[in-house]
């Protein structure tokens, strides 16, 4: 019995001094958003999580036919989808979900961009400038899309803000919104390529055909 005490002490110091040394071990590999950009891949990285967001682009496809008269809302009953509904009968106000995922989308794709822009000068490397000017060419797409649903928009560019001085934003009028979507595709359309390297990627056309909108 005096045996088995003495080993089941032996194992309990043998576990606490192995959990102590373990939790005292820092992390070797670890990112936050204050120290992500070190090398050309974070940034490609970032650049990929910017151009994500324009999966949500349906969203504006998709009310704007319903708001005309191609397509109507449609479902099971009005309860479906009802924030559509309201929409195809012109009848939504300040609360509805179908433009809240609007604002929504396109509003982190612009967090996206401006975080890349926030840390741009963190290293240099060949195509930065490309790169850079495919962000330009992001931020300029949502802010037309929410330019075109909501006029006056809050105008937030390089940098990142927090939740409660976003709730405080204020908005900025549609001119001066316009105003920075022709600067960012004016610079975007001098550096981008004609051809993308990748299919899906932006080009001197797509910034050209979007300023001439």
């Known amino acids: 019995m005096k045996n088995k005490a003495i080993l089941l002490l032996s ?14 071990v820092d992390p070797p590999y670890a990112q936050d958003a204050e120290n992500y950009f070190q090398t050309p891949e974070d940034y490609e990285r970032a650049l990929t999580g910017a151009y994500d967001m324009l999966q949500g682009s349906f969203v504006s496809f998709w009310i704007g036919e319903i708001a005309s ?31 809240r995922n609007i604002m929504r989308w396109n509003y982190t794709g612009i967090t996206r961009v401006n975080y890349i822009m926030e840390n741009k000068d963190n290293i240099d490397f060949p195509g930065k400038e490309h790169m850079l000017a495919e962000a330009k060419f992001l931020r300029a797409y949502y802010y037309f899309e929410l330019v075109k649903f909501f006029g006056d928009v809050p105008l937030i560019i390089d940098k990142r803000i927090g939740i ?5 934003f204020p908005r900025t009028p549609k001119a001066e919104v316009y105003a ?4 960012d595709l004016t610079s975007a359309a001098s550096v981008l390529n004609p051809v993308a390297s ?3 990627r932006a080009t001197k056309g797509a910034a050209q055909a979007l300023l001439g909108k």
């Open 198 to 200: 990748q299919k899906g």
């Open 69 to 99: 008269d191609n397509a109507i809302a449609g479902g099971e009953s009005v309860n479906d989808s009802q924030g559509l509904h309201q929409i195809d009968n012109m009848t939504h106000g300040g609360v509805n979900n179908e433009l």
């Open 180 to 183: 920075q979507i022709e600067q």
């Open 164 to 168: 409660e001085e976003a709730r405080q």
């Open 11 to 24: 194992i309990s110091i043998l576990l606490f001094t192995s959990c102590k040394k373990f939790l005292s």
